[in-house]
């Protein structure tokens, strides 16, 4: 909602990128969902599909916990415009069974992920590609110079294009363990999907593992790292000294501002 002065701010991104020759990502309203069912955001969810229309220029990064209002609250059907990127939360096994075949459904340039709070191990790599139609039972050089989708690689189209990992923070936060970010690190590498890792949130590893009962300040969390049932030790240091380094590195990769979209093979 806010003021009219700050519905404005995109409509000068947009003429600074366009300026520039560079667009800019814009994440959508971070302190709530444009997909919520409820009257009072039905009018600025309108406005916002009318910003969204005179800024090409901006990568819309828009975020939802309902994929489900997605197909009815959006003005676009099956035609999406190439700059507006639809991405769901995902925090745990349930929510990506839940919510991911949901996601794939939009014809969207950019699909992504949100693993923030990520609360428990998450397996998605069965949902990073799609079988060809147009391959199916050709040579994959000369199938996919008639369909001509560049994301078709070995007979396989991607369907997710960004994840987004993180630790929950705030007074209640839960701890993250090490190894759910890591597995979905190593899921991304394989299926070659950039991986962003944002933050560890209010608590970090200690760099030990432990067993036993509960300590102030400590958490042991994630499977067991060995037979004798040793798990990760996690200490609460606070959002910022806890950081965003991932087994000593950060991993910043995102989608390219001009991504070639992946969704459509047709012959």
């Known amino acids: 909602m806010l003021s009219d002065a700050y519905w404005r701010k995109p409509l000068k991104w947009n003429r600074e990128a366009q300026q520039t020759g560079i667009p800019r990502r814009v994440f959508c309203a971070s302190m709530a969902d444009v997909f919520e069912d409820h009257p009072q955001v039905t009018t600025a969810r309108v406005r916002l599909w009318q910003f969204i229309e005179q800024t090409p220029w901006l990568r819309w990064q828009v975020l939802t ?16 415009p190439d700059h507006v990127w639809i ?78 990992v993180g630790g929950e923070s705030g007074r209640g936060a839960r701890p993250m363990a090490p190894q759910w970010a890591t597995n979905l690190r190593d899921q991304c ?30 958490a042991l969390v994630g499977e067991p790292v060995d037979g004798l049932g040793h798990r990760t030790e996690m200490v609460r240091l606070g959002k910022g000294k806890a950081g965003r380094l991932l087994d000593g590195q950060s991993h910043d990769a995102v989608p390219p501002l001009v991504p070639t979209r992946a969704t459509t093979c047709g012959a």
């Not at 916990?65 to 999406?80: H, V």
């Not at 394989?190 to 400590?218: C, L, M, T």
């Open 189 to 218: 590498k394989q299926n070659r999907v950039p991986y962003f890792f944002k933050q560890w949130g209010e608590w970090a590893p200690s760099g030990q593992i432990a067993i036993g009962g509960k300590r102030p300040g400590r």
């Open 87 to 164: 991405g769901t939360s995902v925090e745990d096994q349930q929510r990506a069974d839940e919510r991911i075949p949901l996601l794939l459904q939009v014809n969207a340039s950019v699909r992504f992920l949100s693993c923030e709070p990520l609360l428990g191990p998450v397996w998605i790599s069965d949902y990073m590609w799609q079988a060809c139609a147009c391959c199916e039972g050709e040579g994959h050089d000369e199938a996919c110079a008639r369909c001509g989708d560049s994301h078709c690689e070995s007979g396989h189209i991607r369907k997710l294009d960004w994840v987004i």
């Open 65 to 80: 916990k309902r994929p489900e209002n997605i197909a009815t609250m959006a003005p676009w059907g099956d035609t999406w």
